[in-house]
């Protein structure tokens, strides 16, 4: 999957530019660069990963691809609690499928929102679990939990396929 992929993925979901916004399990960076694509330079980000490794490769290609702008690297892990301004939203690619307890964590990442924010969840789309995705969370499974977890109106936004499990999605909630 490649950057304009990416964006198209979680546009939707994004539909103005600016606010505060967090990618937890930002990984690589590969979302945190399609989010800084669409929150433009009004936008504020906080990449969360427990890898600082990865969070360095990812400052690297951050400030290549957009100078300047705002961004804040913390080596964390995600499911214990944050040291978080209030968010407009948060961004969650490909990391929820390793945490096997979601209903916790979940609940505690919906805290870090603000009034009218969002949640956009990036996932496989598959059931069975396997050594790279542990504790997948099929798009209906998602809906379910997000409700349980206090979030409403969870919406599938997008889908594209995958080289590994069938297929991506991506989708919302409030």
Not at 2 to 26: F, M, Q, T, Y
Not at 51 to 80: C, E, I, N, Y
Not at 108 to 129: D, F, H, M, Q, T
């Amino acid at each position: 999957m490649n950057h304009s992929e990416r964006v198209k993925l979680i546009r939707d979901a994004i539909p103005d530019p600016g606010g505060i916004w967090a990618d937890l399990g930002s990984g690589g960076g590969a979302f945190t660069l399609a989010l800084a694509e669409l929150i433009g330079e009004a936008g504020e980000i906080y990449s969360v990963d427990a890898d600082t490794r990865s969070l360095q490769q990812q400052k690297k290609a951050f400030h290549k691809m957009f100078p300047g702008r705002k961004v804040h690297f913390l080596a964390a892990d995600f499911t214990r609690p944050l040291d978080l301004p209030k968010l407009n939203g948060i961004v969650m690619a490909n990391a929820l499928h390793y945490v096997k307890q979601k209903e916790a964590v979940i609940r505690e990442i919906r805290r870090y929102l603000g009034p009218g924010a969002r949640l956009i969840l990036v996932e496989y789309n598959i059931s069975k679990g396997s050594f790279w995705v542990p504790y997948p969370i099929p798009f209906p499974e998602w809906k379910t939990l997000a409700g349980i977890a206090g979030f409403s109106d969870t919406r599938l936004i997008g889908t594209a396929p995958s080289r590994y499990h069938h297929e991506i999605y991506s989708a919302v909630s409030w």
